[in-house]
């Protein structure tokens, strides 16, 4: 059975940063594609990272350049590292496994499994 376990969620202040957790069990980080995926209120779940069992990583526009998406085999986590946060980051968080998709200028990563609870990121301006 595959569990995804995320957590490090919290209130920041806009301009700071928080890194988010993914514990998996049941599936290897290493051997999967792995994603961060976010959902606003009234807004679809989008990814916004991912990280390519091959090691290559994958960012929507939105936050390249601020966010990083890692994994640690040895652990089987991904963490989400986010600097420079703003009000539109604000979101609940997921991750999962996922087909990724590629196209000629963007991406995409098709969840393989049940959602976890996610957590919760609030950026105050």
Request: hydrophobic share 35%.
């Amino acid at each position: 059975q595959v569990q995804l376990v995320e957590s490090g969620g919290g209130l920041v202040q806009a301009g700071g940063s928080l890194r988010l957790p993914c514990a998996a069990s049941g599936i290897s980080c290493r051997m999967n594609n792995m994603g961060w995926y976010r959902q606003a209120p009234g807004k679809q779940r989008d990814p916004v990272a991912a990280i390519a069992s091959y090691g290559t990583t994958y960012y929507a526009g939105s936050v390249k350049g601020r966010f990083t998406i890692s994994r640690d085999s040895a652990k089987n986590t991904v963490f989400l590292q986010m600097n420079s946060l703003k009000p539109e980051d604000t979101a609940v968080y997921y991750c999962n496994a996922g087909h990724l998709v590629r196209y000629s200028s963007t991406w995409s990563l098709r969840p393989l499994y049940s959602w976890g609870q996610g957590t919760q990121v609030t950026v105050s301006s």
